[in-house]
């Protein structure tokens, strides 16, 4: 008798030991879990969360612009209005003078940019606006 099962290939997991300084970040500092987080709020995180991008996390620094978590929360639910439309890169301008381009598609801040530094500014490769 032949054996028809179908196996699948994969890999052990490594664990996970804090401080440990072999494994690279998956994602940006200001998105990474506290210790003592439980796997639903990690992954709660990672499924509504906002990831921004190493040049984003350098003008978000250069410019000493904060968000607070209800500011995440507006900006993760116009990246959900966005993608409801079908936009891939969008510029959502918040009410405080922010503004974000913003790949639609991976959740993913690109660029952002503080009332006074955005007069004057022209945002390409964007197909969608929006104004929260």
């Known amino acids: ?13 490594t664990p996970i030991v804090p401080g440990s300084s072999s494994q690279k970040p998956a994602r940006a500092a200001a998105n ?15 499924l509504a969360g906002v990831t921004f991008s190493k040049h984003a996390l ?4 250069s410019r000493k612009i904060q ?13 959900d209005k966005a993608a409801q439309k079908g936009a891939k890169e969008s510029l959502i301008i918040m ?27 022209v945002f390409t490769n964007i197909d969608s606006a929006v104004i929260i």
């Open 1 to 13: 008798m032949s054996d028809n099962r179908i196996y699948q290939p994969y890999q052990p997991l």
């Open 32 to 46: 990474q879990p506290a210790v003592g987080t439980s796997f639903n709020q990690i992954l709660d995180q990672e």
């Open 58 to 61: 350098q003008r978000l620094n």
């Open 67 to 79: 968000l607070d978590s209800s500011q995440l929360n507006q900006l993760s639910q116009a990246i």
């Open 95 to 121: 009410d405080n003078n922010l503004a974000f381009v913003v790949s639609v598609k991976n959740k993913t801040v690109i660029t952002a940019v503080d009332g006074a530094s955005g007069t004057g500014n």
